[in-house]
C-alpha cells in the first residue's frame, strides 16, 4: 500500500469501511470477523482515534492479529500492509468480504457504521439469506396458529382474482406450503409478513413517509401491519396529497398528477419486496418540494444489472405471495414499468441510485422548458414563501406582470398558493409545514 492511500484513508477518517487503532488490543477479531461479515474494510493499528499517526510495533501487532485470527471461523481473506510514515510504523489490515459468516465462539458480528455488534438469530438468518446460503424469507419463525384468518381469507380470495386459482378450504395450508408461507408448521419470515399485524414480530418492516423542508423532516407517518396494508395505505396516503396539473397531451388540456402514480406504487412495492430486513431500518418515502425518493435497504445483489434487471430476487417467498396476490409480475419487471410510466409523463424524470447498502428511487418534477428568464426566477425565490409585491421587487416587474406569471406557475402545479388579501402567500409546490403526512 502506498503512503498517499494510507493518507487518503486516514483524512477520510472513520466509517463503516475503516476503523483506527492505537494498539493491537484484544476483540481485534470481532472487528475483523465483523468487517468480513459487512462489505470488508481497512483496519488501521498505530492510528489513534483522531487520526492522529503515533505508529507500532509492527511484529507485536503481527503476533497478536495471528494469535486472534485463530478463533474467526470460517478464517476471513484478508491482507497486511506495513506503511511508515514520518519514522512511524502503521500496519495496515484489508479484509475481504466474506462468502460465509464468520463467527468467534459461535457468535457472529456485524459493523454497522463504526460500530461492532452480535447479530440476533432472526439477524443471522437475513444476513446468511444475503450471502445467499439460505433465503430468509423462507425460514421458520413462529406458529402457524398466530396468522390471522380475516388476511388469509383476504389473500385467497385476492389469489382468485388476480391468478385465477381458486383454492378450497381444505388445500389452503397445502398451498401456503408451496408457496413458502408455512414450513415446518410454523409461519416463515414470509408468512409473518403477510399473515400478521408483523409489528410484534418484525418491528423494523414499516413504510414511513417523510414529508421534506429545506433539508430537514416537518412531519412524518409509520405504516405497520400485514405487508401489503402498508403498501396500499402509504401508496393512497401519498396519492392524497399529491396535486394534479393541467398540460396539453395532444390537441387536448387534461388534468394529471405531478408523479406517474402507477410509477410510485410499483416503487413502493419493489422498495418492500426487495428490501434487506437485517438493517435497523424501515422502508422510507421521502417527500420533498421537488422530488420524491423511495429508499429501502439492501443494494443490489451481485449479478443484477440495472439494464437488464431480471434476476432472482432476494426475498423469493415475499414475492411470490405478491405476485399470487396481484401486486407484482415477473421478477425484474418493476424497474421495466417505472422507466415506461415514467417516459410517458410529461412532468417527471427518474433516477435509480443504489448504494452498497441500500437501493432509491428518485422520481423529480421536470420544469417545462418553455419558461421565460421570470418564471425561472420568481420559482427560485419560492424556496421560501413570498408576497407577490415582494417578488415583484425583487425581479425588478410590474406586479400584474408577477400575479399573471405566478397564476401561470400555479396552473402548471409548480407552485401553490395560501392565504387570502393581503396575506396571500406564494411557494414551491410540495409538502409544507402543516402536512399531516
Known sequence: MKQETLLTLIRNGESERVEFKRTASKKLD??????????????????????TIVGTD???????????LQAIIPAPHFTMHRVSLDEKDVLVIEI????????????????????????????????SAEMGAVAWDESPFIPKDKAEERYIEWFFKRLEESRGKSINSDNRDRYLRSARAIKDDKLTNAGVLFFTDVSEYLPNARIRIIAIEKGEPVASKEYEGPIWNTIESAYNDLMRDLRKTEVVIGAKRVKIEEYPPRALREAIINAVSHRNYIVQADTRIFVHRDHIEIRNTGGLLPGVNLDDPEHIPRNPALSQLLYDSGYTERYGYGIRLIR???????????????????????????????LDENERALLKLLETPAKSS??????????????????????????????VGAHTKYRISGPSESSDI
Do not use: W
Open 390 to 419: 415582494d417578488l415583484a421587487s425583487a425581479i425588478n416587474v410590474s406586479k400584474p406582470t408577477v400575479i399573471r406569471k405566478l397564476k401561470r406557475l400555479e396552473e402548471l402545479g409548480l407552485i401553490v398558493k395560501e392565504g
Open 30 to 51: 470481532q472487528e475483523i470477523a465483523a468487517f468480513a461479515n459487512a462489505d470488508g474494510g481497512y483496519l488501521l493499528i498505530g492510528v489513534d482515534d483522531n487520526g
Open 58 to 68: 509492527l511484529k507485536a501487532a503481527q503476533d497478536t492479529i495471528a494469535s486472534q
Open 340 to 370: 415506461s410510466e415514467v417516459e410517458k409523463h410529461p412532468l417527471c424524470t427518474v433516477q435509480f441510485k443504489p448504494t452498497s447498502g441500500s437501493f432509491g428511487v428518485v422520481f423529480s418534477k421536470k420544469f417545462p422548458s418553455d
Open 96 to 127: 475481504e468480504k466474506a462468502e460465509n459468516l464468520c463467527s468467534i465462539g459461535g457468535v457472529v458480528y456485524i459493523r454497522i457504521g463504526t460500530s461492532v455488534r452480535p447479530l440476533s438469530v432472526q439477524e443471522i438468518l437475513m444476513l
